[in-house]
Nanobody, 115 residues
Framework: QVQFAESGGGLVQPGGSLRLSCAAS????????MGWYRQAPGKQRELVAT???????NYVDSVKGRFTISRDNAKNTVYLQMNSLKPDDTAVYFC?????????WGQGTQVTVSS
């Protein structure tokens, strides 16, 4: 069964940067259509960035120009580079496949943007 494990969160000041990592189990990672999601307190989970198996990316408007999703298929890992962080980016961040390879949600990684 596919599993995803997120890491790299923390406390950062507004304007700062963080790089999140998501390690996948199994041997089919390279064909997964992957996404990073986030869930802020009291809000629904939101899809913020996606990357196809061929590396095409897409972002929600609120993070365009600040976040970059990438993947390393040799390491079964997808990344989210987050720059110019804002307090509104505070949330628990999760990764998952959008279609094939969809797994149960992991614990996520907490990102807190605060001065």
């Amino acid at each position: 069964q596919v599993q995803f494990a997120e890491s790299g969160g923390g406390l950062v000041q507004p304007g700062g940067s963080l790089r999140l990592s998501c390690a996948a189990s199994g041997s089919a990672f390279s064909i997964y259509f992957m996404g990073w999601y986030r869930q802020a307190p009291g809000k629904q989970r939101e899809l913020v960035a996606t990357i196809t198996s061929s590396g095409n990316t897409n972002y929600v408007d609120s993070v365009k120009g600040r976040f970059t999703i990438s993947r390393d298929n040799a390491k079964n890992t997808v990344y989210l580079q987050m720059n110019s962080l804002k307090p509104d980016d505070t949330a628990v961040y999760f990764c998952n496949a959008l279609t094939y390879g969809r797994a149960n949600w992991g614990q996520g990684t907490q990102v807190t943007v605060s001065s």
